[in-house]
């Protein structure tokens, strides 16, 4: 497989963040040829439209340039209140926005984590229906969601779930295929 290039997002800026530490179990996991790399989106303002149209910030410049370059992105959705959690939320409205909107037919995966038993489930729903409003193509089998997440990651942040890191792998190498899918010229 020829070098394929996926963006991970963590909506999390806690430190010991289990939806980050799940960004890289997919490092570690992802196949021969595949390449993550995870963005920084702690510092990126609040979103603000005057601001945005005076000019971006360095910080959404640099997130909408990864994701431009990047062959798919993978976000990892954490769930607060039900919902998406606000600095994912955030990253997200900068990265929307036209012009050349970085997600317009990229290929999307999602992984979440959370210390409740549905992982983050309900965060996951609401991220796919945002996904909506940039024509992005979201994986849709497996979903990765961790329940219980402080059961299944160590002290140093590693995920020693292997079930979960099996469906992790699952996830990036359904993420490789769709983006080929939607790269691929359509024959008319």
């Given amino acids: 497989m020829a070098d394929f290039k996926i ?21 570690e996991v992802a196949p021969a040829g595949v390449t993550i790399e995870i963005a920084d989106i702690s ?26 370059a990047a062959d798919a992105v993978l976000f990892a959705v954490p769930e607060y209140n039900y919902a998406v959690a606000s600095p994912l939320k955030n990253a997200f409205d900068w990265v929307s926005r036209p012009p050349d909107q970085p997600l317009n037919m990229k290929a999307v995966g999602l992984i979440s984590a959370s ?8 965060a996951q729903y609401a991220m796919r229906h945002m996904l909506i409003a940039t024509n992005s193509f979201c994986v849709n089998n497996p979903q990765v969601v961790i329940g219980a997440a402080q059961t299944k990651f160590d002290e140093n942040g590693k995920f020693n779930d292997q079930m979960g890191r099996d469906l992790i792998k699952q996830l990036i190498e359904s993420l490789v295929k769709l983006a080929k899918q939607l790269r691929a010229p359509v024959n008319e």
Avoid: E, F, H, T
């Fill in 7 to 27: 963006l991970a997002v963590s909506g999390s800026l806690r430190k010991g963040s289990y939806n980050s530490a799940a960004l890289r179990a997919a490092q």
């Fill in 43 to 68: 510092d990126i303002p609040m979103y603000n439209d005057d601001v945005r149209s005076a000019g971006l910030p360095a910080s959404c410049q640099r997130l909408r340039a990864q994701m431009a």
């Fill in 115 to 122: 210390g409740g038993p549905l992982g983050g489930v309900r």
